[in-house]
């Protein structure tokens, strides 16, 4: 067995939606399982969070149509809406909560009138997908005057995980501005603004990446907020070798050893989903001892520094997980965790704990 592994911690994610339950005080909690859960599998992050939550949120419909083929009956929120009038259809047949965000599909809405819940997106500063606050207003009106009044308001932080961030509060304010305009509830906060920004909890809150054990900041780690690890990364020792004083290591010869030393041989590789810009100096443990990648990244395999290490070929290898965070393994690779989660391939065995 290669034993290259994914795990996913039901019980941690639960745990993590439990902590955005309690920060929401009252306000209704849709998890976000978009992209496959976060890379933790759709049905498995909604399994996970059954229960606990008020609804979920798919970015799109076939991602909702699976949640309903899988028996999911909460309400589903799908964040992109409709593309097309099949989409619609499909969306009025799943019993979907949609997102419009933009005039197209208002017209669309318009010529195809029917039941449907609506939640109108707003640009308040992202400058991404929304109406501006004028033209949602406007819409608001036609859609009602069509018998499809929308059910709520929502808006998306651009900088809410920001150090320094000026925008979420004038973005709150113009959202909260909208929604008491037309009579509507708000939802507005993402994972970061749940938990620095008490004042954008609004009626619902759309929680993603702290669901999945990591954090939103760059100055606060996971287990700082009380997060559990949903998500464990690790291969096996296939290899280990002795190196000498200006001897290289891997493809490109990035890495030079500067004293006689052991260098580990792991089974993972950016065919896994390991990222391949990891650089030398990126963190990882081997038998609960941290350690650092040396030399590019393969398809098929990582080298490690052994120096110093009790090791033996067949040990395991954990890329991020317990010992290693995987924010800390994100930011040595100019990325972020919500990438890292994502890109794991259909090759690493994935086991449910
Ligand atoms: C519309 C919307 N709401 C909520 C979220 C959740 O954000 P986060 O994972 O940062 O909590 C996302 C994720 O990108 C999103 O696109």
């Known amino acids: 067995m290669r034993g290259t592994r994914i795990e996913i911690r039901p019980g941690a994610l639960r745990h ?33 969070m059954a229960g606990e939550v008020d609804g979920f949120g798919v970015a799109v419909l076939e ?4 949640l309903r083929e899988h028996g999911v009956s909460t309400p589903i929120l799908v964040a992109e809406g409709f593309f097309d009038r099949d989409e619609l259809a499909q969306a009025r047949a799943l019993s979907l909560e949609v997102v419009v965000h933009s005039s197209w599909q208002v017209s669309l809405l318009l010529e195809d009138p029917g039941p449907l819940r609506i939640w109108l997106k707003l640009n308040t500063g992202m400058n991404r997908l929304g109406l501006r ?36 509060d004038t973005q709150m304010r113009l959202a909260g501005e909208v929604a008491a305009t037309l009579g509507l509830p708000l939802s507005a906060a993402n ?18 990446i702290m669901l999945y054990g990591s954090s939103p900041f760059d100055w606060q780690g996971a287990a700082q907020l009380d997060l559990a690890v949903s998500h464990r990364f690790s291969a096996r020792l296939i290899a280990i070798n002795e190196v000498q004083p200006g001897d290289t290591v891997g493809y490109g010869a990035t890495w030079t050893a500067a004293q006689p030393g052991r260098i580990g041989v792991v089974a993972v590789g950016y065919g896994d989903g ?65 990438e890292l989660f994502c890109q794991i391939t259909g090759r690493p065995e994935r086991t449910i704990a």
């Open 274 to 338: 390991y990222p391949r810009h990891a650089p030398s100096g990126t963190p990882a443990a081997v038998n609960g001892q941290p350690t650092v990648l040396v030399g590019r990244v393969s398809m098929d395999m990582l080298t490690i520094d052994l120096n110093g290490i009790q090791a033996d070929v067949g040990d395991e290898v954990e890329l991020w997980g317990d010992e290693v965070d995987v924010d800390k393994v994100a930011r040595a690779c100019g990325t972020i965790s919500y």
């Open 63 to 66: 991602e909702a149509r699976a």
């Open 133 to 168: 606050p004028d033209i949602a207003q406007e819409a608001a009106g036609q859609l009602a005057a069509a018998g499809m009044k929308p059910v709520g308001v929502m808006t998306h932080f651009a900088c809410a995980d920001e150090a320094d961030d000026d925008r979420s």
């Open 16 to 48: 993590n939606v439990r902590r955005a339950k309690a920060l929401a005080e009252g306000a209704q909690v849709f998890a976000m399982v978009k992209a496959d859960g976060y890379g933790h599998g759709l049905t498995v992050a909604a399994d996970a």
């Open 191 to 208: 994972s970061a603004a749940l938990i620095r920004y008490p004042h954008t909890r609004a009626q619902r809150v759309r929680p993603g």
